[in-house]
């Protein structure tokens, strides 16, 4: 099936109109074959390398918000009504101003520091860094700048030059995108929720009457997870209901004690609203694999998707979330750990659609302790072997209350309840903890896969009960989390 409406957005300062563009079709393929922009390259076709990095633009609450995300496993249709920018364009678009014959501070930053080699990955870098670029307008340290080019891999030149572009850029004469001119050109493109066979509704009733008069279309968020099966698995698919324009489920409330995220909100802003009530997560949310990923993978997309390594799932299972779910019907609400019937399986009707993810909030309680381990071959931009979430509260020396959210244990994200019970009203003891550590280690079967052993697995479990426990009493060293955020140099 073909669209009947165009497909618009904004480039190089103009309006760009495509009819007939399937609802498969990837953004990557839409460039390079379509409209010839052949700067941007693929690389791995799974968003794991960033040589294919574009930057969108689209008015958010604080004006126009750029993102830099993966083009190869993005569909074309999704960016209907945005701004786009190229590795091409930073020189040539007149919202930028960039002189005739010039490069853009960010491109000159890199030839500077010979920071390319063979230049594949470089159109990636410089689409990471002009999104940096623009919103840390001074000069930024080595860390912000390791975040902002966490999806991008490159493989001959080595980092060093490139972080040290990425601190040049700012020396150079500054050139900045005229974002009002790009916010007027963008209120001139209005939005059409339902282009043939790509739906895009901006609201949620909207979304679940075509939900319930289409539930062949395949549901797509930020489709980090669906853009793989395209690129992949090769498959197609024929109608396809995209979830990130509706209103209600792009917030993120905070009432009565507890935070509603929507399912659209975007990994990176979720995280950030976990953050700040939860700052021991940082460590945890900037593992979750790169920038682009995050800017355009949502909390909901996760949830939904189920793998049993998903990073969300066990968090959210310790935090005690509840998702809910929504159909014309009405709605109804449940644990996350009771939301998956078996792998990648849950009770999603054909009609709902996940519309909220519900947490209660911290309280002031005194011995409140959340962590959350990521055991990855990779530090940075890797699939969990094992994830373990827990939260717990110590009164009186002994162990008021705890929730245990495991990944890579089992066919689902699960709940460790054996652990808890096991832990509950005991002494907070290494006598207690290494008899919950075994009682971890015998509550699942996990299998052998590429990523680890079984056996390997079953160890670290228990392994990440005992450091628990070791951070508990102050041993901050043992934190290898804090690894992560050793400079390059
Ligand atoms: C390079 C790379 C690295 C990654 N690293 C990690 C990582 O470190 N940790 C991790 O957990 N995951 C990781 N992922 C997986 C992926 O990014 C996440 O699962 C992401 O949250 C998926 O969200 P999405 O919005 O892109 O979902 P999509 O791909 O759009 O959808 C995923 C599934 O959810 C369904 N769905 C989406 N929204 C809804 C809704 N509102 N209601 C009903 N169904 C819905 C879709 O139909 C589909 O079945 C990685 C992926 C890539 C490509
Ligand atoms: S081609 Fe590797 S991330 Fe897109
Ligand atoms: S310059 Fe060759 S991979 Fe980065």
């Known amino acids: 099936m073909t669209d009947t409406l165009p497909l618009r957005f904004l480039h190089r300062g103009q309006v760009v109109s495509l009819s007939n563009v399937a609802p498969d079709r990837t953004l990557l393929d839409l460039l390079r074959e379509d409209l010839s922009c052949k700067g941007t390259k693929e690389g791995c076709g799974e968003g794991d390398c960033g040589a294919c990095t574009v930057v969108l633009g689209q008015p958010g609450p604080q004006g126009l918000q750029?993102?830099?995300?993966?083009?190869?496993?993005?569909l074309a249709h999704s960016v209907d009504g945005l701004a786009l920018w190229t590795v091409e364009d930073l020189s040539t678009d007149p919202n930028l101003g960039v002189g005739a014959g010039q490069l853009h501070p960010v491109q000159q930053a890199l030839v500077d520091c010979h920071a390319s080699q063979c230049g594949f990955c470089t159109p990636g870098f410089v689409m990471s860094l002009f999104a940096f670029y623009e919103d840390h307008?001074?000069?930024?340290?080595?860390?912000?700048?390791?975040r902002a080019l966490s999806g991008n891999l490159c493989r001959c030149t080595g980092y060093r030059p490139i972080v040290d572009a990425a601190q040049h850029m700012t020396e150079l004469p500054p050139v900045r995108l005229d974002r009002q001119a790009v916010l007027d050109a963008l209120s001139r493109i209005r939005p059409e929720p339902v282009r043939g066979?790509?739906?895009?509704?901006?609201?949620?009733t909207e979304l679940l009457r075509l939900r319930a008069e289409h539930p062949q279309a395949q549901i797509v968020a930020g489709c980090t997870d669906v853009?793989?099966?395209?690129?992949?698995?090769?498959?197609?698919?024929?109608?396809?209901?995209?979830?990130?324009r509706v209103a209600q489920l792009r917030q993120v409330r905070q009432a009565g004690g507890r935070l509603r995220i929507g399912a659209a909100v975007s990994l990176e802003e979720a995280y950030q609203a976990l953050c700040g009530h939860w700052p021991e997560l940082h460590a945890f949310a900037a593992r979750f694999a790169g920038l682009p990923v995050r800017n355009s993978g949502t909390l909901g997309g996760n949830v939904a998707n189920g793998s049993p390594i998903g990073?969300?799932?066990p968090l959210l299972i310790a935090l005690g979330a509840e998702l809910v779910l929504v159909s014309l019907r009405g709605e109804r609400a449940m644990p996350v750990e009771d939301f998956y019937t078996g792998y990648r399986q849950n009770r999603l009707a054909a009609d709902e659609v996940l519309a909220f993810i519900d947490l209660p909030l911290p309280t002031a309680a005194a011995g409140q302790w959340l962590r959350a381990y990521k055991i990855s071959k990779r530090y940075d931009d890797d699939i969990s072997a094992v994830c373990l979430a827990v939260a717990l509260r110590l009164e009186d020396d002994r162990v008021a209350e705890v929730s245990i959210g495991a990944g890579g244990v089992a066919a689902t994200p699960a709940r460790a309840r054996r652990t808890e019970d096991a832990l509950r009203g005991q002494r907070w003891s290494p006598a207690t903890v290494e008899q919950a550590a075994r009682v971890l280690r015998e509550e699942f079967s996990p299998i052998s896969d590429m990523r680890a052993s079984a056996a390997y697995r079953t160890q670290v479990l228990g392994q990440l009960?005992?450091?628990?426990?070791?951070?508990t009493q102050g041993h901050a060293q043992i934190n290898l989390e804090s690894l992560g955020s050793q400079e390059l140099t």
């Open 227 to 244: 853009g793989l099966w395209v690129t992949k698995q090769h498959k197609r698919f024929a109608q396809v209901l995209d979830v990130t």
């Open 311 to 313: 990073d969300s799932m």
């Open 197 to 204: 066979a790509y739906l895009q509704p901006l609201e949620l």
């Open 137 to 146: 307008p001074g000069m930024p340290d080595r860390q912000a700048i390791q």
């Open 66 to 74: 750029l993102q830099a995300i993966n083009s190869c496993i993005r």
């Open 465 to 471: 009960l005992q450091r628990l426990w070791l951070q």
